[in-house]
């Protein structure tokens, strides 16, 4: 029993910086050799690592671009390498690098050279927080900054961005760390209102022309299927009527359909038309002269 308990993953709160080199793919390989041994200096020689290094409290794990350092002591212990780091890229503008504070659940486990390390939500998120962030960027995420405030010497670097969709639909409040010459006080680009939704986050888009298209002709035609049926009554009513005053056909002849039906309707209103025009000319009275008192003849002259 004893035994199993030493090798059970030990669940603690973890305070993560994670740190990655802005634009590292579109190195050659052996610019990204340099990048990161620049980086890895840069970080071993802030205070702030070194003596979490030497409590025993740091472990640092390499990402490829760059690291994830979980730190287990102080909260404060990723806000200050994260400003010593910031302060040591002033000078060295070529190496452009976003850093991203969580703290959160981490646990240890054995990796796959049987060595101590360390994952977790906390690990996760803290890369959430990091990936909204621009080169220069010192984010951290609300809860973090809610520690970090409890201290007064924090609370001007701290400056609330508001709700923002990660990657899997979750949601993180950040809050970007800076002053006067650390940290970048610009707004990330993915911060452009509330709720907003960082890179790499799948939206729903419009529906696409051809789409559009067939919605609109499928309508159309649900509108003339509604129109054809409403008025159709009325037609082979006229038509009926039209096949009582006419000769009988043979019976062999088909029936007529709904478009027949309705060129006879409008053959037969126009030959009414006509009909109606031509008989109003024939009826009417024909024009009496009357003769004025010029046009009579004049009576003779008594004798």
């Not at 404060?76 to 010593?84: Q, R, S």
């Not at 037609?235 to 006879?264: C, E």
């Not at 037969?268 to 009357?290: C, Y």
């Amino acid at each position: 029993m004893a035994d199993d308990e030493k090798t059970k993953p030990r669940l603690e709160i973890g305070h993560v910086l994670f740190i990655d080199i802005v634009g590292y793919s579109k190195l050659l390989t052996d610019e990204q050799s340099e990048a990161l041994q620049e980086l890895n200096q840069i970080v071993r020689n802030t205070e702030a690592a070194r003596e979490a290094q030497a409590a025993g409290q740091l472990i640092i794990l390499p990402t490829g671009d760059g690291m994830a350092m979980v730190f287990t002591g102080s909260v404060e212990g990723p806000a200050e390498c994260a400003l010593e780091v910031s302060q040591a890229l002033r000078a060295q503008p070529s190496l452009p690098v976003r850093m991203g504070i969580h703290s959160g659940p981490v646990q240890y486990i054995k990796d796959a050279n049987a060595r101590e390390n360390i994952s977790g939500v906390g690990i996760n998120i803290a890369r959430r927080v990091m990936d909204c962030g621009d080169a220069g960027h010192i984010l951290v995420s609300k809860r973090f900054a809610d520690d970090l405030a409890q201290h007064r010497r924090w609370q001007r670097y701290l400056h609330e961005l508001g709700d923002v969709e990660v990657k899997h639909g979750a949601v993180v409040s950040l809050v970007n760390l800076y002053a006067e010459t650390i940290g970048n006080p610009a707004p990330p680009a993915c911060v452009t209102g509330v709720r907003r939704t960082a890179p790499g986050v799948t939206t729903r888009k419009g529906l696409s022309p051809v789409a559009r298209a067939i919605f609109i002709v499928a309508g159309l035609l649900l509108i003339l299927a509604i129109v054809s049926v409403i008025f159709e009554p009325a037609i082979m009513r006229s038509v009926d009527k039209n096949r009582a005053t006419s000769a009988p056909q043979s019976s062999a002849t088909a029936s007529p359909s709904l478009g027949d039906a309705i060129q006879n309707v409008v053959k037969q209103r126009i030959t009414d038309e006509l009909q109606k025009s031509l008989s109003g000319k024939s009826n009417a009275p024909t024009p009496r002269v009357v003769p004025t008192s010029s046009s009579q003849p004049t009576p003779p002259t008594p004798p």
